[in-house]
């Protein structure tokens, strides 16, 4: 089931990496997150203590415009916007209300959404961007590893640099020499960091 090209736990007791590295899979395959990472390196030393995953994530989805799920029909005065998929639907709306205000948007039915004398051309309409996938693909990962690190491990910091992500954890202060082992695992994995 396992989709990810590189995957390893690194931990002293070779008992704790193999628990850990379970842990580490269920936690990924519960938030729907094997697809889309490529590459996970995860160090656990008790003894510094540290908890380190590096990574990197398969291209991600683009970005959902409004022309992707309506077509959007020109007329005298206002445009009619014929929707073809509903999950959108919402977001779709609080953008154009907070864009256009509420009194230029009507919603008569669920497929459809006219929009009242906008200054925008409907070229503008069909680009405006309702969704962003990455954002909420980095939440929903930070939020896994946070459950994979050990408990306690309260002081984190976290960084996404394109398709890289870096996410580091101790029970106390972080050292300033952490970045020679970030640099290490991201070389295990055949990368260079962020």
Known sequence: MLSVEYFDVECPEALGGEYYKQIANDVLLDQNLLKVVNKLHIFIDPKIPVF???????KITTVVRVGDFANVNPQEGKMTLVISEETYLAPMLKIFWERFGKEKVEQPDRFTVILYNVPAQPKEIEEIVVA??????????IYALRCIAPEGFRLRSETFTGSKFLFVASENTLAEDIS???REKFALMGEVPP
């Open 52 to 58: 380190i995953a590096v990574g990197v994530l398969n």
């Open 132 to 141: 962003d996938p990455s954002v909420s693909l980095h939440k929903d990962l």
């Open 180 to 182: 020679t082992l970030v």
